[in-house]
């Protein structure tokens, strides 16, 4: 089901109507319907899409409210001072909500969400949900760039998510899927941990030529390189963030706390080095619970993070 963006969801301080310079994320946003898509000509365009949905994290066995994210991360984000340029645009196009049990229709919607936000020459952001939101961007992000170009996905995560999906989907099996369907997709995975990926998914990762970063080798530049390479060697990339991957002591609102995760700089790192790379087309930011956080401070997190990907797009 689709919902439109509310009001609601953007409010903050106001210390100038008229100066552009004060303003902030609530003061600028365009509220749009995703039904009548309007290209901004000469603009730089960026444009949010939430997925209420944590249907996948539910059938993964995980702690569900994920679905609760995107207005919580809206409202944090509204907050935050703006920093572009009058040029540029930046829209809320509302939610895909998952009705009861069907995530794969949900899915397929976000799909033909994201797809038409990238024909309108914009810079997609989708608000998860679990992260099986991550499979829905990808089917938005294929059907745009058509069945022959190469397609990587880099993933700031601590898991492969590559489980078996022969009895069903979910938040753990995306890229097991993309990777048997898709024979010009590569995978990436930065800040993948031990802890959270048996030995048997290691080989099937590397059964996969999945390419990876160990979450305590994540931080040095020789590793940011191969990130670099793996982007020169794709006609496009895809962006995901599962905030699982963070060290838990920054983001507790999450399904699957990572004692062990990634510091936000690292994170905040990896993401403007990929954001900043011509051949990016699209970020999505997963897994944050606001029913599990403590203080707001893993959707400010988010939010922060989201801010950080807008500053540095194609910079």
């Known amino acids: 089901m689709y919902i439109q963006p509310s009001l609601k969801n953007w409010h903050g301080r106001i210390d100038s109507q008229d100066d552009e310079r004060s303003h902030r994320y609530h003061q600028v946003i365009k509220l749009l319907d995703l039904r009548e898509l309007k290209q901004q ?23 569900v409210g994920a679905g609760e994210a995107p207005d919580a991360i809206r409202q944090a984000l509204a907050k935050l001072p703006w920093h572009l340029t009058s040029q540029a645009v930046i829209a809320d196009y509302g939610d895909i909500q998952c009705d009861g049990k069907n995530m794969e229709e949900a899915q397929s919607r976000l799909g033909e969400a994201v797809s038409k936000l990238i024909q309108e020459k914009s810079f997609p952001i989708i608000l998860g ?16 760039i058509g069945e022959d170009a190469k397609l990587g996905i880099i993933n700031i995560d601590a898991h492969f998510d590559m489980r078996p999906y022969d009895v069903e989907s979910s938040s753990g099996t995306m890229f097991k899927q993309i990777m048997d369907q898709d024979q010009n997709c590569a995978y990436f995975c930065a800040g993948v941990q031990k802890q959270g990926n048996t030995l048997a998914l290691f080989d099937e990762a590397d059964q996969y030529n999945v390419e990876y970063i160990l979450e305590n080798e994540l931080s040095s530049n020789g590793e940011f390189n191969k990130i670099q390479q793996f982007m020169e060697n794709n006609d496009y990339i895809m962006l995901t963030l599962c905030t699982d991957s963070i060290s838990s002591a920054f983001a507790p609102g999450v399904s699957a706390p990572s004692p062990f995760g990634l510091n ?24 944050v619970n606001p029913s599990l956080d403590h203080n707001g401070q893993t959707v400010t997190l988010a939010a922060h993070l989201i801010n950080e990907a807008l500053l540095n797009f194609h910079k």
């Open 264 to 287: 936000p700089r690292t994170v905040r790192d990896v993401i403007n080095k990929v954001v900043s790379h011509r051949n990016t087309l699209s970020f999505d930011v997963s897994e």
């Open 41 to 63: 000509k000469d603009r730089q365009t960026f444009n949010l899409i939430g997925f209420k949905c944590d249907e996948g994290v539910r059938r993964n066995k995980g702690r």
């Open 129 to 144: 949900g679990g992260h099986e939101t991550l499979y829905g961007h990808y089917l938005g992000v294929r059907k745009n």
